[in-house]
């Protein structure tokens, strides 16, 4: 191949990288852009190791350069002097790696077990309290469930919590190996069907004012072929707007369609889909994600745009939009195009907040 075609290639490749790669800088998504006291530790561990490692390869490339430049060959006949077998080189080689590493894994395995310690789930103050709260994650093919349990209420696709606070999780998956990730919140921790993870994160308040207080959230763990697009949002309320959340939620009555449409919607719900989803936030139903506050959702099955066309869409051909999901897809002679149009303006109608 001609030589400036192959260079042509790698630029082009490398062009592309930069182009995708550009979309991962937002601050609601990257995890180089933390967001709190977690995340920012696990950032500054990641830029002091590079730190580290940067220093070696600076040292190293000057002393393989000092030796190339002096010690390369000047006639046929000459051998440089042999040092083999040195302690000294040998001790010195030895120590200084060992050295290096110290440096680098103590800070990080005391921030290892400083984030693992968990022991602060369950504990209650004076008045018999939670100290902390504790949400219980559970993943779903390919969807999201949040269940606060002192707070007696479930929820699912956009988790809600407050900011300038420890938030305890309790990962677990109803199915296969999923990973729970809020890139600019900390690591992911795995959902596994057999055991349950758990971890703490944490948000600023300027950070969530920063990103209009929704953060993204991803699926970590290849697990069918819908993976990517096992997302869920995050939002970060101050600690006000978080009780006045959970206040609606534990208040919130049985719904009351608004419309002659929507109370039309409310009966093919019944009928054809209140067999999978729970509309009342208490109600802990495994098999669909809760729809309680539905109307208040910033996406449709967590990643489509929360609009009617878009909800339609969903229940029409949820299946071409996620693969293998296990909602099924409701044609025309299941439910006709006007019984369409009356569950979406049902559902839309789904708040807790400002009804
Ligand atoms: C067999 C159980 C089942 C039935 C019946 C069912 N669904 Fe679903 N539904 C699901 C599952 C599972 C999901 C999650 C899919 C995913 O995101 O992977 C879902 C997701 C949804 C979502 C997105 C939820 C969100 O939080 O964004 C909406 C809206 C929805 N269903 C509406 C309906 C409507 C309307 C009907 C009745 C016409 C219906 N579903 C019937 C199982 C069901
Ligand atoms: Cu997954």
């Known amino acids: 191949m001609k030589h400036w075609l192959r260079k042509w290639r790698l630029v082009s490749i490398f062009a592309m990288l930069a182009l995708v790669l550009s979309g991962c800088g937002k601050p609601f998504l990257s995890a180089l852009q933390p967001a709190g006291d977690v995340a920012k530790q696990q950032y500054d561990l990641i830029l ?4 580290v490692m940067t220093l070696v390869i600076i040292v190293v490339v000057i002393l393989f350069t000092i030796v190339v430049v002096r010690f390369r060959r000047k006639s046929d006949s000459e051998i440089p002097k042999q040092v083999e077998g040195s302690h000294t080189l040998e001790i010195v080689w030895t120590v200084i790696p060992i050295l290096i590493i110290l440096v ?4 990080t395995v005391a921030v290892t077990f400083a984030q693992g310690d968990v022991s602060a789930i369950g504990k209650k103050d004076k008045d018999g309290n939670p100290e902390n709260l504790v949400v219980n994650v559970r993943a779903h093919l390919y969807w999201w469930e949040f269940e606060y349990p002192d707070l007696g209420i479930v929820t699912s696709q956009d988790l809600v919590i407050p ?3 420890k938030v305890y999780f309790q990962i677990q998956s109803a199915d296969v190996k999923h990973s729970f990730w809020i890139p600019p919140l900390g690591g992911k921790l795995d959902a596994n069907p057999d055991n349950v993870n758990k971890f703490f994160l944490d948000v600023k308040q300027d950070k969530a004012d920063n990103v209009n207080e929704i953060f993204y959230g991803k699926c970590a763990e290849l697990c069918g072929p819908s993976h990517a697009y096992m997302d869920f949002k995050v ?5 006000d707007d978080f009780n006045q959340w959970v206040d609606d939620m534990k208040n919130a009555s049985a719904p009351e369609p ?3 449409l929507a109370r039309k919607g409310e009966e093919v719900f019944n009928n054809s889909c209140m067999s ?3 509309i009342s936030p208490t ?3 495994r098999l669909a994600p809760n729809l309680t506050n539905f109307g208040e959702r910033e996406a449709v099955a967590g990643i489509l745009d929360h609009n009617e066309d878009e909800l339609k869409r969903w229940i029409r051909e949820g299946k071409k939009i996620k693969p293998g999901n296990e909602m099924p897809e409701f044609n025309e002679k299941m ?3 006007e019984e369409l149009d009356a569950l979406a303006a049902y559902l839309m109608e789904l708040k807790v907040q400002n009804k």
Do not use: R
């Open 48 to 51: 002091f190791s590079l730190g």
């Open 276 to 278: 999978c989803h729970a």
């Open 335 to 337: 439910i006709s195009n």
């Open 258 to 260: 608004t419309t002659d």
């Open 104 to 107: 680098i894994a103590v800070p």
């Open 235 to 239: 939002k970060a309320l101050s600690k």
């Open 283 to 285: 109600e802990d139903n």
């Open 163 to 165: 900011t300038e606070e």
